[in-house]
């Protein structure tokens, strides 16, 4: 990894640190619901994928191109789906008459995510191991993107959770497009576009916690 | 000569057999899920050993890349078998799952010890601490996750296999450190996470941590 690298995975992590140790803080004091608390696991996993990009470099003497540290991304994708699948689907699809045109519609979500992943590691001189490994962190918020798309489309439902959650949303989804971009070009080795993904990625992630706090207490009211 | 992790197996194991003819059923739990947690700590000896030889890796990547995936998987499925078997209630299932953890952390330091030629107190209490609160708190996870197995079957099948994923990056960055040559800053971090999770469960009383959690 280069030098410069290095030091904007350095400032990365130090951002998400700071933003879930303030997010951990605000919502210790109050009891918040479970699904905020996952979106925040989500983040402590995004954390420990950026932590071990950064302690790798140091402590190591060689990296492999797909290691362990991707376990971060699919962990953060595997929260996110938990939250969305696990605890709001069930509250917020009332099954209404237009809600199946609207799954059909969610669909892209996933679709467009592994589309462009594939664009970019295939395009790519590297070996098709390393394509078909790299792209198994990706699935999991490919899977969760499905639910973000579904919840920002779906019309409000009857106890208005779907009005409240709508910007963390749309904020997951760009954070989980931005990420695949992030990973496909790591692969591929396009250094530059991997940087401004990583880039936005983070901050991304970083917005959609902080928005997680607000609603959050919108949400303690609404029920 | 014999296998050296099995006599010390049996060496701390037996004594630890002996107390369950004493005692409540819940420091019994307890102790079982000790040696339930030495018995997966022997049984993923011998797997990292036949995978190690199977697969082409310097020692160094397949300790942080491998080991903590087997090693995790391994200790997930006794507390993911307790929690469908015996539906216990939350506290129960946290408790054991960092018992089972606590366990294959004294047979991992016992055959590290054994192996290492310098030893001293100092080594001890690193290991002791880090390997042990790293283990347990990495086990809890899993068990915070199957505890859902009965009220939220949905969110038990994707939290417990997220919880599972946060566990080895956890455990992957751990092992890190510790081959790393920062020994101290990764037997430190785990106890500060201990300390975290400690303070932000405080304010709860014994009755409703296992709800509120």
């Not at chain 1, 996993?45 to 470099?57: A, E, H, N, P, S």
């Not at chain 2, 409540?24 to 030889?53: A, D, P, W, Y």
């Not at chain 2, 296999?161 to 510790?178: C, E, W």
Request: hydrophobic share 55%.
């Amino acid at each position: 990894m280069e030098r410069y690298s290095i030091w904007l995975r350095s400032i990365e992590l130090l951002a998400v640190a700071v933003v879930l140790i303030f997010c951990v803080l605000k919502m210790h004091k109050k009891r918040f619901a479970l699904y905020f608390k996952i979106f925040l696991c989500a983040t402590a996993c995004y954390l420990l994928f950026l932590l071990y990009d950064v302690i790798t470099v140091i402590c190591l003497s060689m990296q492999l191109a797909v290691d362990i540290g991707d376990i971060g991304v699919l962990g953060c994708g595997a929260f996110l789906f938990s939250a969305n699948f696990g605890q709001m689907d069930g509250l917020v699809d009332e099954k209404k008459r237009n809600s199946c045109l609207i799954k059909w519609l969610s669909l892209l979500a996933p679709i467009c995510l592994l589309a462009v992943f594939c664009l970019l590691t295939f395009s790519s001189n590297v070996s098709l191991s390393f394509k078909i490994f790299g792209i198994i962190p990706v699935l999991s918020g490919a899977i969760a993107s499905y639910y973000h798309l579904k919840h920002i489309l779906l019309p409000d439902d009857s106890l208005g959770l779907l009005k409240i959650v709508r910007p963390t949303n749309i904020f997951a989804l760009s954070f989980l497009l931005f990420n695949t971009l992030f990973m496909g070009a790591s692969i591929a080795n396009y250094v530059i576009f991997k940087e401004i993904a990583g880039i936005l990625s983070t901050l991304f992630i970083c917005v959609m916690s902080g928005c997680l706090i607000k609603e959050a207490k919108k949400w303690k009211t609404s029920i | 000569m014999e296998n050296v992790n099995l006599i010390l197996y049996v060496a701390i194991a037996v004594p630890l057999f002996t107390v369950l003819l004493f005692g409540e059923i819940k420091s019994r739990m307890v102790v079982i899920f000790l040696l339930i947690g030495m018995t997966v700590g022997l049984f993923c000896g011998e797997v990292n050993t036949l995978v190690f030889n199977a697969i082409p890796l310097p020692e160094e990547l397949f300790v942080v890349n491998i080991s903590p995936v087997i090693e995790e998987l391994c200790k997930a499925l006794p507390i993911i078998a307790y929690a469908f078997l015996y539906c216990p209630s939350r506290k129960n299932l946290l408790i054991s799952s960092f018992a089972l953890g606590v366990g294959f952390a004294i047979l991992e330091n016992a055959i590290i010890i054994f192996s290492v030629e310098k030893i001293s107190l100092w080594f001890a209490l690193i290991r002791g601490f880090g390997c042990g609160i790293s283990h347990g708190l990495c086990t809890m996870a899993v068990g915070y996750g199957c505890s859902f197995i009965y009220k939220r079957r949905k969110l038990f099948y994707t939290g417990t296999f997220a919880l599972l994923l946060l566990a080895i990056i956890l455990h992957a960055i751990y092992n890190l450190l510790m081959i790393g040559n920062y020994v101290v800053i990764g037997s430190v971090s785990p106890i500060v996470l201990l300390i975290v999770f400690r303070l932000l469960t405080r304010g709860k009383s014994n009755k409703k941590l296992g709800n509120s959690l």
